[in-house]
């Protein structure tokens, strides 16, 4: 009971203040925190997959416009089959048995990264999410899958280059060509478990994003963890380059 009266707490302290519109989050830690049990690794995943539930319900109920979730980066791919096998397996449930909440709560699915990587049981269920949310506009959960930052930019230049010659790309037709094209800017950056590394995640897109690194393992980051990380955002000055009394002249939206 203390534990929900403190929940309810940080979340009208978090709904008083200026809330990121959009929140991406690296979710590492899952194999220690297996690990640290005695569990196979595959528990950590399962485990971790109720945090993912978790936390893009709260992002949803404060009301953020985008939640992009770290799930898997093409280099993931390489570790051994059975780890894979059953991380893909975790991503084939998790699109079954989110489905509906996804629907009724007006989120919209997305999927970046290399997704023909993708075994044909897990992509045929993205496809049918993404197509079934594709009206709503409540939030976007993008899950980053097969992801890897650099080919992100490698393709984006190229798409940029071909519809306007290498001399006419500037930031924004780069942005346009983005696999996060049409996302808000990135407002803030999560990583669990106590790394403190992008690891090829959004590299264009944190530009400015605030980053905050939290040692909780991702199994472990559910609600609490998520408003305190919004909290620790809200305490921050973004300045944009500029000085803290110009932005303090003239806040940014
Ligand atoms: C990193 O922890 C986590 C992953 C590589 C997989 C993330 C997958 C999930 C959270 C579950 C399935 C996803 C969805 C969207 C339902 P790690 O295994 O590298 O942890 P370690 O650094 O402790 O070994």
Request: hydrophobic residues 45%.
């Amino acid at each position: 009971m203390a534990e929900i009266a403190d929940i309810e707490a940080l979340r009208q302290r978090v709904r008083e203040r200026p809330l990121p519109r959009h929140v991406a989050i690296i979710m590492d830690g899952n194999g220690r925190w297996a690990e640290a049990r005695g569990l196979p690794r595959v528990a950590g995943h399962r485990e971790g997959s109720l945090s993912v539930r978790a936390v893009t319900r709260e992002a949803r109920k404060l009301g953020l416009d985008a939640l992009t979730l770290y799930a898997l980066s093409v280099q993931n791919l390489a570790r051994p089959p059975e780890e894979v096998k059953a991380l893909m397996e975790l991503l084939a449930e998790f699109l079954d048995s989110e489905r509906a909440e996804i629907l009724d709560n007006d989120i919209r699915l997305e999927a970046i990264g290399d997704l023909d990587r993708l075994p044909g049981f897990v992509r045929q269920r993205l496809d049918a999410v993404r197509a079934a949310s594709a009206g709503n506009r409540g939030m976007v959960l993008t899950l980053a899958l097969s992801y890897d930052g650099r080919e992100e930019l490698v393709q984006a230049a190229r798409r940029a280059a071909g519809k306007h010659g290498p001399a006419g790309i500037d930031a924004a037709a780069l942005a346009g060509e983005l696999w996060t094209a049409g996302l808000p800017e990135l407002d803030l950056l999560v990583r669990t478990s106590g790394e403190r590394r992008i690891s090829n995640f959004l590299l264009w897109q944190c530009a400015y994003a605030e980053l905050c690194f939290v040692d909780t393992l991702w199994p472990d980051f559910r609600e609490r963890e998520l408003l305190l990380a919004l909290c620790d955002y809200q305490g921050r000055e973004r300045r944009f380059g500029l000085t803290g009394a110009q932005v303090q002249r003239a806040p940014r939206e």
